[in-house]
């Protein structure tokens, strides 16, 4: 699976940005993807997951109610809907991807697949 992020970009704080991960490879279907931020000198962090189905969703408690996670296999792409962006969300995103059922969306060194990241930048 090779996954490409896009969507990020300068935003003012309240505002909102969409990002998208979109996925080659017939498996796509077969992965949980996530998405992971990284800010200047932190580690990366997780933010928001989705199973296979789209029917469990995980998120980091500072997105949840600002951030919802969807996925659509039929056109291999995941949406993070970011709305009410604060400045700590600046960030480079990444997308990634895990195979398999697992419980644990959260862990980095689960996912095997990871895309290039997308700069999220909020001003106050």
């Known amino acids: 699976v090779q996954l490409q992020a896009s969507g990020g970009g300068l935003v003012q704080a309240g505002g909102s940005l969409r990002l998208s991960c979109a996925a080659s490879?017939?498996?796509?279907?077969?992965?949980?993807i996530a998405w992971f931020r990284q800010a200047p000198g932190k580690e990366r962090e997780f933010v928001a997951g989705?199973?296979?189905?789209?029917?469990?969703?995980d998120y980091t408690d500072s997105v949840k109610g600002r951030f919802t996670i969807s996925r659509d296999n039929a056109k291999n792409t995941v949406v993070l809907q970011m709305n009410s962006l604060k400045p700590e969300d600046t960030a480079v995103y990444y997308c990634a991807a895990q195979w398999g059922s697992s419980q644990d969306f959260s862990s980095k060194a689960l996912y095997d697949y990871w895309g290039q990241g997308t700069q999220v930048t909020v001003l106050q």
């Open positions: 989705i199973s296979i189905g789209g029917s469990k969703l």
């Open positions: 490879g017939r498996a796509f279907g077969s992965h949980i």
